[in-house]
């Protein structure tokens, strides 16, 4: 992932790096997990992702200027008013016009 990192360093306008909770970098308060996947440039993954404290606040605020979010109901995966729980947390997914994918 070296080279990434390196672009993404000089891309953020940042000379270094510190390595994220579960891998990572941190710029200026914001953490990037980058990662390979086998997904790469067909954005079948999380595009991006958010922590925050209060995700049914976040959720709401998010929803009130028109952000949609997935429900899904297969197998273990399911959620409540587009909040899941997962073995890592719990999850809300959106999709953006440009079909790009976040999580908060």
């Known amino acids: 992932m070296g080279s990434v990192e390196t672009w993404f360093a000089a891309w953020a306008g940042?000379?270094?790096g510190n390595v994220g909770p579960v891998g990572g970098?941190?710029?200026g308060g914001a953490w990037f997990r980058?990662?390979?996947?086998p997904y790469?440039?067909?954005a079948q993954h999380t595009i991006a992702g958010w922590e925050v404290e209060d995700l049914e606040a976040e959720v709401a605020e998010l929803r009130a200027s028109g952000v949609v979010f997935e429900e899904y109901?297969?197998?273990?995966?399911?959620?409540?008013?587009g909040i899941a729980t997962t073995r890592g947390g719990r999850v809300a997914w959106f999709v953006t016009s440009t079909m790009a994918a976040g999580s908060v």
């Open 40 to 42: 790469a440039g067909t």
């Open 34 to 37: 980058l990662y390979r996947t």
């Open 14 to 16: 940042a000379a270094s």
């Open 25 to 27: 970098l941190t710029y």
């Open 73 to 81: 109901h297969a197998g273990e995966l399911k959620t409540v008013d």
